[in-house]
């Protein structure tokens, strides 16, 4: 006789129980490993240099598509948690004396605080208010930054002189491009497979992707929505923000630029091109964004209109991304 009284999971066939993560982890850290032999092999300085944005990039729009993608919340104040982290890690390194690597760490506490600063009047938001909110939040920073040269945030100009980040002793410079290519890669792999392979793959995945499909009846079956969206902003941010910590130390400086049309416009493109939710599209998204942007440097001010048009065309031609074209093909007989 079967025993009713035990739910049958045999016939359950899905990533949020497991299946599979030995298998896709091993190939996802073996394209790194091909990513690491590519840096040695990569004799050009500036080659390496973009491919150390993408990398850190890779953070913020894994982040960003945790919370838009996967958990369907309209946030647009992912750079907002960039750049405290960026301001924070910096800060702490330059005032209170702490190492780089301590700076970083403590980057991810700044951006948890931040999350929930933010988190909680979104939550009180519907839909759409919540995007309006957030972009609010996103304008109004810059003039705080520019303002707050009395409490060390350097004003217009930013922080300059950030210390280098400090390995065993050994100080990485901005210019040992090699160096900082293996580390920008390392920590922005472990925070992707963080996202996507740990948290994405867990039940804290799964309740975003029910909230996202079916907010109503997730709610329902016993998925608490305020906890998990508030789960959402946090994860979100401390990832961000410690993509923030390692651009400043590995730029040594950092303005409210950051805030600037570009660098949003830029990860709005991203996100559409490699298509939200769909693992690896945003990731894809990133390489092509950034590789495609340098390309165009020569075309100066038209580069940004070239963008927008990419994002264009790509809404209406591929609605899901370039991932959404890889899934529309997996499942052609």
């Given at each position: 006789?079967?025993?009713?009284?035990?739910?049958?999971?045999?016939?359950?066939?899905?990533?949020?129980?497991?299946?599979?993560?030995?298998r896709?982890?091993?190939?996802?850290?073996?394209?790194?490993?091909?990513?690491?032999?590519?840096?040695?092999?990569?004799?050009?300085?500036?080659?390496?240099?973009?491919?150390?944005?993408?990398?850190?990039?890779?953070?913020?729009?894994?982040?960003?598509?945790?919370?838009?993608?996967?958990?369907?919340?309209?946030?647009?104040?992912?750079?907002?948690?960039?750049?405290?982290?960026?301001?924070?890690?910096?800060?702490?390194?330059?005032?209170?004396?702490?190492?780089?690597?301590?700076?970083?760490?403590?980057?991810?506490?700044?951006?948890?605080?931040?999350?929930?600063?933010?988190a909680?009047?979104?939550?009180?938001l519907?839909?759409?208010?919540?995007?309006?909110?957030?972009?609010?939040?996103?304008?109004?920073?810059?003039?705080?930054?520019?303002?707050?040269?009395?409490?060390?945030?350097?004003?217009?100009?930013?922080?300059?002189?950030?210390?280098?980040?400090?390995?065993?002793?050994?100080?990485?410079?901005?210019?040992?491009?090699l160096?900082?290519?293996?580390?920008?890669l390392?920590l922005?792999?472990?925070?992707?497979?963080?996202?996507?392979?740990?948290?994405?793959r867990?039940?804290?995945?799964?309740?975003?992707?029910?909230?996202?499909?079916?907010?109503?009846?997730?709610?329902?079956?016993?998925?608490?929505e305020?906890?998990?969206?508030?789960?959402?902003?946090?994860?979100?941010?401390?990832?961000?923000?410690?993509?923030g910590?390692?651009?400043a130390h590995?730029?040594?400086?950092?303005?409210p630029?950051?805030?600037?049309?570009?660098?949003?416009?830029?990860?709005?493109?991203?996100?559409?091109?490699?298509?939200?939710?769909?693992?690896?599209?945003?990731?894809?998204?990133?390489?092509?964004?950034?590789?495609?942007?340098?390309?165009?440097?020569?075309?100066?001010?038209?580069?940004?209109?070239?963008?927008?048009?990419?994002?264009?065309?790509?809404?209406?031609?591929?609605?899901?991304?370039?991932?959404?074209?890889?899934?529309?093909?997996?499942?052609?007989?």
């Open positions: 006789m079967s025993d009713f009284s035990k739910p049958d999971t045999s016939m359950i066939a899905s990533v949020f129980t497991g299946k599979g993560l030995v896709d982890s091993l190939v996802f850290w073996a394209v790194i490993a091909g990513l690491a032999m590519l840096g040695a092999v990569l004799g050009d300085s500036y080659v390496r240099h973009i491919f150390i944005l993408v990398f850190i990039w890779c953070i913020v729009i894994a982040s960003w598509d945790l919370i838009l993608g996967y958990a369907g919340i309209f946030n647009y104040a992912q750079l907002v948690f960039f750049t405290f982290g960026a301001y924070g890690s910096a800060m702490l390194s330059i005032y209170a004396g702490f190492t780089p690597l301590l700076s970083i760490l403590s980057a991810a506490a700044i951006g948890a605080v931040i999350g929930v600063v933010i909680i009047p979104s939550l009180r519907k839909g759409e208010y919540v995007a309006l909110f957030t972009f609010a939040v996103h304008l109004a920073l810059p003039p705080l930054i520019q303002q707050g040269k009395a409490i060390g945030m350097g004003g217009n100009t930013g922080l300059l002189g950030i210390p280098w980040l400090n390995l065993f002793g050994f100080q990485v410079s901005s210019i040992d491009k160096t900082w290519y293996w580390v920008s390392f922005g792999a472990l925070c992707v497979w963080l996202i996507y392979f740990i948290v994405l867990g039940r804290m995945g799964l309740a975003f992707v029910a909230m996202r499909d079916a907010d109503t009846f997730a709610q329902a079956i016993g998925v608490n305020y906890k998990y969206k508030l789960l959402a902003f946090v994860v979100s941010a401390v990832f961000t923000a410690v993509a910590g390692i651009y590995y730029t040594s400086v950092v303005t630029k950051i805030l600037g049309t570009e660098f949003f416009l830029m990860a709005m493109v991203m996100l559409a091109i490699g298509g939200m939710g769909r693992f690896p599209g945003a990731i894809l998204g990133v390489f092509l964004v950034v590789i495609g942007n340098e390309l165009l440097r020569s075309f100066d001010d038209y580069r940004l209109l070239l963008l927008g048009v990419v994002v264009v065309v790509t809404v209406i031609c591929l609605p899901r991304g370039i991932a959404g074209l890889f899934e529309r093909q997996s499942k052609q007989p």
